[in-house]
């Protein structure tokens, strides 16, 4: 397992936590350190009597430690592996006491008894019942939703821009009553559009129209595809059951973790990590969604793999998955696929002809620079052709210092609109942007 | 750059006010946007129907703008380093 000191430090919860980590990360202040296959662990002397005693659980990545602190991974566990990645000979090789193998057995038992929970008797009497309920809903507010699309077109968007912050308001509620909260996602979606910007008109047409195209889809469910059903119901917001995903064979492969980024949502924290796999050539992207102060379930470090089984989401081409099963965590290997912009916009086409629902599509490059001129950046390809990105600080000068205007391998995010960049490794640094 | 064009003026005045021109179309979408006409929708069902399609045409095959520029690389910083530190070794 290779990590590099700034992908220790990125696990941090705050700048607090980094400080003190790397203040602890010295062997005088561990009176123990140890290392077997399966974890890390070492006992520190702390303001109480008895040492801390700190373990990092090496195959899925987590971190456990006795102090009373509740930040997490707490100090000791960020020093701990801190030292480990700056010198990994210092630690001793043994064999597990019992204070670790009965932590990372519990981890264990609790992935298998997560599988296990369920076997409850379904009524399905009831369930049918609600789920035609349901239906019926949903047919109801789609016919409104209609309504109020057509009423929009008939009248001109000229004059959207004036009530630009409630005229989507009631249609989406009104889609939360309907149990289609996909549909009133995608009506939020419209209050987001800058309309001080040179095309809103386009961005509000294109999001209309594709809600519209979403409502004319679900209303035609009976006569689509399999895959087109499953797709065109996510859209509209019926879940589907991780549990039920989970019980599917899942696609094992060496997943690289390429990005992890952060969008907050009504008091929520989605964390998006995307991961391609290296011999089936597939994208996939995990997401966590974090209340304020828990813990992720799953620790992902750009700039790392994981061997690991994977089941994605039933859809066209689906790129969401979840975690089934995490064999180890490995260093990062991939250099970048395409090597121009015209392979990457041809991915771009592909994406956006098989799903018209597509925004935009995960593409990683060879030989990427990043280049600003005036207040304008731009990315240039091998060949020398650029292509404007949205400018936006501190990114801006973090790309540039981490360059110099070199080229680097990239993961992007490619839109019709924008190229926004992800993270970008070379020479066997990884950055995260 | 004129299908968007011609898309987005009808939505803005309204196709209450001025119907979608449907001969104006790429011949590409000529096809699908005769079987909506043809259909027995309201105006602006059609209206939705047919820009449906012609944007998924228009963002397949749209083209960011590009630009060729001088590329110079910023020469390699060069660090000067206590003996000893752990920087040293690391590169």
């Keep these: 397992m290779t990590f590099s000191e700034e992908q220790v430090i990125a696990l941090a919860p705050d700048a607090g936590s980094v400080k003190s980590g790397k203040d602890l990360a010295t062997a005088s202040k561990w009176g123990l350190l140890c290392v077997s296959d399966k974890a890390l662990w070492g006992e520190c002397q702390g303001s109480g009597k008895l040492p801390y005693q700190a373990q990092v659980d090496l195959h899925n990545l987590a971190f456990k430690c006795s102090c009373p602190s509740r930040k997490f991974p707490c100090k000791h566990g960020l020093a701990l592996l801190l030292l480990y990645v700056r010198d990994a000979a210092r630690f001793s090789r043994a064999a597990e006491p019992e204070w670790v193998t009965q932590w990372i057995d519990k981890r264990a038992d609790k992935v298998e008894k997560k599988s296990e929970q369920k076997e409850k008797p379904v009524d399905a009497e009831a369930q049918a019942k609600r789920s035609e309920a349901r239906a019926r809903k949903i047919a109801d507010g789609i016919d409104d939703l209609q309504v109020w699309l057509k009423d929009l077109v008939r009248n001109g968007l000229l004059s959207v821009p004036e009530r630009a912050y409630d005229f989507w308001q009631n249609p989406s509620k009104r889609m939360i009553d309907a149990q289609a909260p996909g549909l009133a996602a995608m009506l939020r979606g419209l209050g987001k559009i800058n309309y001080y910007g040179a095309d809103w008109q386009y961005e509000l047409l294109n999001k209309l129209t594709r809600i519209y195209l979403a409502t004319e889809a679900y209303k035609q469910l009976n006569s689509l595809p399999q895959d087109w059903v499953e797709e065109v119901k996510s859209l509209i917001g019926f879940t589907q059951s991780k549990e039920e995903l989970l019980a599917q064979p899942g696609v094992r492969d060496t997943w690289q973790v390429l990005s992890r980024t952060y969008v907050e949502e009504e008091q929520i924290t989605i964390e998006r990590n995307w991961l391609y796999g290296t011999n089936t050539g597939r994208y996939a992207l995990i997401l966590q969604f974090i209340a304020k102060a828990q813990v992720p379930e799953l620790n992902l470090m750009p700039g790392t793999s994981v061997d690991a089984e994977l089941v994605f989401y039933k859809g066209v081409n689906p790129l969401r998955a979840l975690m089934k099963t995490q064999h180890s965590v490995g260093p990062f290997s991939i250099t970048g696929i395409y090597n121009d912009f015209n392979a990457a916009l041809q991915a771009l086409s592909d994406g956006v002809s098989q799903n018209p629902f597509v925004d935009s599509v995960p593409v990683l490059m060879n030989n990427v620079s990043f280049y600003k001129q005036g207040s304008d950046c731009y990315l240039v390809d091998a060949k020398g052709e650029c292509i404007k990105v949205r400018s936006h600080q501190p990114r801006d000068l973090y790309l540039l210092s981490i360059t110099g205007g070199r080229p680097f391998n990239m993961f992007l995010q490619a839109s019709e609109t924008e190229f926004e960049p992800l993270s970008l490794w070379a020479d066997k640094k990884y950055y995260v942007i | ?91």
Excluded: W
């Design chain 2, 1 to 91: 750059m004129q299908l968007k064009e011609t898309l987005v003026n009808t939505a803005l005045i309204g196709t209450g006010k001025k119907p979608l021109p449907a001969n104006e179309l790429p011949d590409a979408l000529q096809a699908s946007a005769a079987m909506i006409a043809e259909s027995k929708h309201d105006e602006e069902t059609k209206f939705l129907s047919t820009t449906a399609a012609a944007l998924n045409y228009y963002r397949a095959g749209v083209q960011p703008v590009k630009f060729s520029l001088p590329a110079n690389a910023a020469p390699d910083e060069k660090k000067n380093l206590l003996p000893g530190s752990r920087f040293n070794s690391a590169e």
